[in-house]
Structure formats: structure tokens, C-alpha cells
Nanobody, 123 residues
Framework: QVQLVESGGGLVQAGGSLRLSCAAS????????MAWFRQALGKEREFVTA????????RYADSVKGRFTISRDNAKNTVYLQMNSLKPEDTAVYYC????????????????WGQGTQVTVSS
């Protein structure tokens, strides 16, 4: 079972940037599709972005397109979320998610989740 640990959250002013990291315990990290989700207070968890195991394919929610970038370093067992031009509505707990896959593609359902990291954007 893969363990996921997020870091990099914090408080930032609107227009600022943050970089989240998600470190995975799994030696075969490159066999996992990865994603970021977020959950704002009082709202349901929502999809943010996803990446396939090679990093060659990504997908973004419309609300973050052009501002957020997902990437991964399989040698470091880590996936990143670079967040630029942050808005107050980006405030949420951000979760890293993983699913072991048999091919190099993005998936919609994930089996493993991190504990989350809080991102707060002040206006």
C-alpha cells in the first residue's frame, strides 16, 4: 500500500504562488497515475489536476487551467503542484491521490490518498 505525504501548503496573498509536493513511499511510483484534489470548507472534494505515469499527459479542471501545473519526478517518487496567480477561491485542503495502473494513462478514480495540506489565499 502506497503512503502519500503532502507538504508545501500555507497562507499566501491573492496573486501569489505556492508549490505543493506529494512524496510517495512506493518503490514502483512510476506505475502510478497521480492527481490532486481539493476540498473547501463546507464543500465536496473536487478534482484539480491529474498526470499519467510518464508525465507526458496532464488534465486540469477549468478553474485552474493556465494557473496550476502538475509535474512529477519518478526518481524522487514525488508529484508537484505549482500554483500561480492564486485566488481566494483556491482556499482549500489539497489532497494528493494515486492509483496503480497497467498503462500510461490518466484515471478518474483513485485508491490512495494523502492526509491533505491546507492552502489559504487571503484577499
Amino acid at each position: 500500500q502506497v503512503q502519500l505525504v503532502e507538504s508545501g501548503g500555507g497562507l499566501v496573498q491573492a496573486g501569489g504562488s505556492l508549490r505543493l509536493s506529494c512524496a510517495a513511499s512506493e518503490r514502483t511510483f512510476s506505475n502510478y497515475a497521480m492527481a490532486w484534489f481539493r476540498q473547501a470548507l463546507g464543500k465536496e472534494r473536487e478534482f484539480v489536476t491529474a498526470i499519467n505515469w510518464s508525465g507526458g499527459s496532464t488534465r486540469y479542471a477549468d478553474s485552474v487551467k493556465g494557473r496550476f501545473t502538475i509535474s512529477r519526478d519518478n526518481a524522487k517518487n514525488t508529484v508537484y503542484l505549482q500554483m500561480n496567480s492564486l485566488k481566494p477561491e483556491d482556499t482549500a485542503v489539497y489532497y494528493c491521490a494515486a492509483k496503480r495502473v497497467s498503462g500510461d494513462y490518466i484515471v478518474a478514480v483513485y485508491d490512495y490518498w494523502g492526509q491533505g495540506t491546507q492552502v489559504t489565499v487571503s484577499s
